[in-house]
């Protein structure tokens, strides 16, 4: 079974700030990895798939980066409605998703 | 805009049956496949089962493997999940999702509200 190990599972940033959540797979997936943002009391929202595609709609101060068991998740400029917990998805060997790492503002 | 409804969660008791179900709006709904994601109180998400566009494949998650079945009929743009033998740790809010392609393992790009089930005596 492939594991995903988000980290960190929490971190608090400062508007404007940069954050950068890592995800690392115990065995090369590919492509098949990808982020969600899940808001608190709402249902998850994909934001980027295949390591680096942006959804249609998503801001484009979301991206995502890696290959084979590494990968990065990264705001380039933290805004107060990115509160929220985001979680990567791997897909290459049936669906996995990280342990999740919950944003809050500083 | 894409819509997902689902319903038939309640509460039950420990190795009895629910099948939940969702209908989906605004796309071509035999062109995508459809997931089931839950996710406990206070705990983060777990795939649960897929279905591809025509029903051939239907892999699930090790947690329910031979408990839950995923169906889907093309013609009322509908999903299925039928849970037996329910466990207390099957209880969780149950997403319907929308794949963002047709084989069975894909990102889930629009998800539903959810459905809770709690399992319980």
């Known amino acids: 079974d492939i594991q995903m190990t988000q980290s960190p599972s929490s971190l608090a940033a400062s508007v404007g700030d940069r954050v950068t959540i890592t995800c690392q797979a115990n065995q090369d997936i590919s492509n098949y990895l990808n982020w969600y943002q899940q808001k608190p009391g709402k249902a998850p929202k994909l934001l980027i798939y295949d390591i680096s595609n942006l959804k249609k709609g998503v801001p484009s101060r979301f991206s995502g980066s890696g290959s084979g068991t590494h990968f990065s998740f990264t705001i380039s400029s933290l805004q107060p409605e990115d509160i929220a917990t985001y979680y990567c998805?791997?897909?290459?060997?049936?669906?996995?998703f990280g342990g999740g790492t919950r944003v809050e503002l500083k | 805009e894409v819509q997902l409804v689902e319903s038939g969660g309640g509460l039950v008791q420990p190795g009895g049956s629910l099948r939940l179900s969702c209908v989906a709006f605004?796309?071509?709904?035999?062109?995508?496949?459809m997931l089931w994601v839950r996710q406990a109180p206070g705990k983060g998400l777990e795939w649960v089962a897929s279905?591809?566009?025509?029903?051939?494949?239907?892999p699930y998650a090790d947690s329910v493997k031979g408990r839950f079945s995923i169906s889907r009929d093309n013609a009322k743009n509908s999903v299925y999940l039928q849970m037996n033998s329910l466990r207390p740790e099957d209880t969780a809010l149950y997403y319907c999702?929308?794949?963002?392609?047709?084989?069975?393992?894909?990102?889930?790009?629009?998800w539903g509200l959810g459905t809770l089930v709690t399992v319980s005596s």
């Open positions: 279905i591809s566009w025509n029903s051939v494949y239907t």
């Open positions: 998805q791997q897909y290459d060997d049936f669906v996995t």
């Open positions: 605004g796309f071509t709904f035999d062109d995508y496949a």
């Open positions: 999702t929308k794949g963002l392609g047709s084989s069975s393992l894909t990102p889930s790009d629009y």
